[in-house]
Structures are given as structure tokens and as C-alpha cells.
């Protein structure tokens, strides 16, 4: 069965930086969308950042456009999330995500994605 772990979520203060991975395990198809998508509380789940996992392709969200970099390493099947310039808004549990590939546009919606991990706390205070 797929299995995702985040880490790397901590405390920080605004403009400070962080950097979360993702990996994950029980991948049996071959191409497939990882995402970080985060939830603070009483709000929706909101995407964050995506790859396409065998062409690389990455797909941003507005707010963290610019601050926010995903990047892979396929030998170890982990996505990482380098984050900088964090903003208390940024504040949220971040989750690691994954579904098929698609013909689609760039899945955003947490409805598409069949395969979380448990989070990890992100905290930027002001």
C-alpha cells in the first residue's frame, strides 16, 4: 500500500526559512503527481505546490510563488519543499499528497488525490 511521511515542519520566525520532505513508499504506477497541499485550522485544504513526477514539470500556487521550490529525487522517491521568506500566513499543517497521472489540467483540488501522508506543523510566528 502507498505510504507518504512528511517532515521538517518546525517553528520559525517571519523571513525565516524551512525545508519539508515527502517521501514515500508502495508506488506501483508509473507516472504520478506528488503535491504539498496545507490546511490551517478551520479552514480548506488548500494546494501548495506539485510535480509531475517523470517530467518534472511544478505547478505553484500564487501565494507562494516565488518563495516556495519543490523539487525530487527519484532514487529516493522524495519530494522536498524548500521554503523561504515565510510569512505567519503561511502557518499550517502541510501535507504530502500523490495521485495518477492525467491528461488533465494540473490536479489542485484535495478531492483528487487518493494518497496522503499525517503532516507536519508549520509555525511562523511574527
Known amino acids: 500500500q502507498v505510504q507518504l511521511v512528511e517532515s521538517g515542519g518546525g517553528l520559525v520566525q517571519a523571513g525565516d526559512s524551512l525545508r519539508l520532505s515527502c517521501t514515500a513508499s508502495?508506488?506501483?504506477?508509473?507516472?504520478?503527481?506528488r503535491a504539498w497541499f496545507r490546511q490551517a485550522p478551520g479552514k480548506q485544504r488548500e494546494f501548495v505546490a506539485g510535480?509531475?513526477?517523470?517530467?518534472?514539470?511544478?505547478n505553484y500556487a500564487d501565494s507562494v510563488k516565488g518563495r516556495f521550490t519543490l523539487t525530487r529525487d527519484s532514487a529516493k522517491t522524495t519530494v522536498y519543499l524548500e521554503m523561504i521568506s515565510l510569512k505567519p500566513e503561511d502557518t499550517a499543517v502541510y501535507y504530502c499528497?500523490?495521485?495518477?497521472?492525467?491528461?488533465?489540467?494540473?490536479?489542485?483540488?484535495?478531492?483528487?488525490?487518493?494518497?496522503w501522508g499525517q503532516g507536519t506543523q508549520v509555525t511562523v510566528s511574527s
Open positions: 499528497a500523490t495521485r495518477r497521472s492525467s491528461s488533465l489540467k494540473f490536479p489542485k483540488s484535495a478531492e483528487m488525490y487518493d494518497h
Open positions: 508502495g508506488l506501483t504506477y508509473s507516472s504520478y503527481v
Open positions: 510535480i509531475l513526477w517523470n517530467s518534472g514539470a511544478t
